[in-house]
């Protein structure tokens, strides 16, 4: 009975590299949400994601950024080209239907050195 | 938009106290979540409402439609309860799809 899974959980990257942060919903939910907390700061919403579908990315940078959640396989977060300002903490969270409690995973730390 | 308030930022309080947790918000919502965050940690939802009062074990919410607030209680506070303590709103229906976030509550509860 495994809930939210992320991986990994900590990440490492040199500026210009390509991060890339998985995300396996709790079984039987096909809703995915990205949360980013920074530093020193709040959560804030980046994209909600159906199955195959992009519902919501209305709090994704425009650039460099970009999330799937494809028919098989967990959701991703792609980073492309980081900056030391995408340091950051990075959650993903789970639900079954679009407005049913969200279940969180642990997250991933991103690290741009 | 909206804007979510806590109150306090930070709660100092001894082991048995009893504590509350203010959320106020700005815009109608369809429903708001309490969340817990340990240092370093990952976030676990303590508690989904939209309308009245929940109870599980030591930890209490309620939340006043009309009056755009929720408070958080704890009751028998203990040192492993020591965390920052998150209020979210979900829009309605129609609206933004993601949470909106408080700046969170950090407690220390000491023994």
């Known amino acids: 009975n495994a809930g939210v899974m992320q991986n990994p959980r900590h990440l490492v990257r040199r500026r210009g590299q390509e991060a890339r942060l998985r995300c396996s919903p709790m079984?039987?939910?096909?809703?995915v949400y990205w949360y980013r907390q920074l530093p020193e700061e709040g959560l804030k919403f980046m994209v909600y994601?159906?199955?195959?579908?992009?519902?919501?990315e209305s709090g994704m940078p425009k650039e460099r950024f970009s999330a799937e959640f494809p028919k098989e396989g967990p959701s991703i977060l792609r980073i492309q080209q980081v900056v030391r300002g995408d340091s950051a903490a990075y959650f993903c969270?789970?639900?079954?239907?679009?407005?049913?409690?969200?279940?969180f995973g642990p997250g991933t730390r991103l690290t741009v050195t | 938009k909206n804007e979510v308030e806590q109150s306090p930022q930070n709660l100092t309080a001894q082991e048995g106290e009893f504590i509350t947790i203010n959320c106020s918000y700005s815009v109608g919502i369809s429903a708001l979540h309490w969340l817990q965050q340990h240092p370093g940690g990952g976030i676990v939802s303590l508690f989904m409402?939209?309308?009245g009062k929940k109870k599980h074990g030591r930890l209490i919410a309620t939340i006043n439609i009309q009056e755009k607030h929720s408070s958080l209680h704890i009751t028998a506070s203990h040192p492993r309860d020591s965390a920052v303590y998150i209020c979210?709103?979900?829009?309605?229906?129609?609206?933004?799809?993601?949470?909106?976030f408080g700046k969170g509550t950090h407690l220390i509860i000491q023994p």
């Open positions: 979210a709103v979900r829009s309605p229906r129609g609206g933004a799809d993601g949470l909106t």
């Open positions: 409402l939209s309308s």
């Open positions: 994601l159906q199955k195959e579908n992009i519902i919501d």
């Open positions: 969270a789970s639900s079954g239907q679009r407005e049913a409690e969200q279940y």
């Open positions: 079984k039987g939910h096909s809703h």
